[in-house]
């Protein structure tokens, strides 16, 4: 689920796996667009879509002329990161 979390601010909670990310695409590139910070502690499990979704979220931003940020990235995600070797893709900065 993704939440507004104030000014440039998102939430994302529960599961983050192929089931929840086709749905979380649009609105997820929406946020990304207007740039700001994405808070990923509320993410209960993730697999490489979420990853996917996150690339495409980063890539909306860049487009837009704007940056975005991860936060609270759980470390089971930061290890598929590294895994597929994109984990600077959750690096707090976007720049």
């Known amino acids: 689920m993704l ?10 909670r529960g599961e983050l796996t192929m089931r929840q990310c086709a ?4 609105p997820l ?5 207007r740039g700001g910070e994405v808070d990923l502690a509320g993410v209960t499990a993730a ?13 909306a931003a860049r487009e837009a002329g704007r940056d975005l940020a991860f ?3 759980p470390s089971g995600m930061l290890t598929l ?11 707090r900065s976007a720049r």
């Open 71 to 73: 936060s609270g990235v």
């Open 3 to 12: 939440e507004a979390a104030g000014e440039g601010r998102w939430r994302l």
């Open 81 to 91: 990161a590294r895994l597929y070797g994109v984990e600077a893709l959750l690096e």
């Open 47 to 59: 697999d490489s879509a979420a990853l996917a979704l996150l690339l495409e979220a980063r890539r």
């Open 29 to 33: 590139a929406a946020a990304a667009r």
């Open 23 to 26: 749905a979380l695409s649009a």
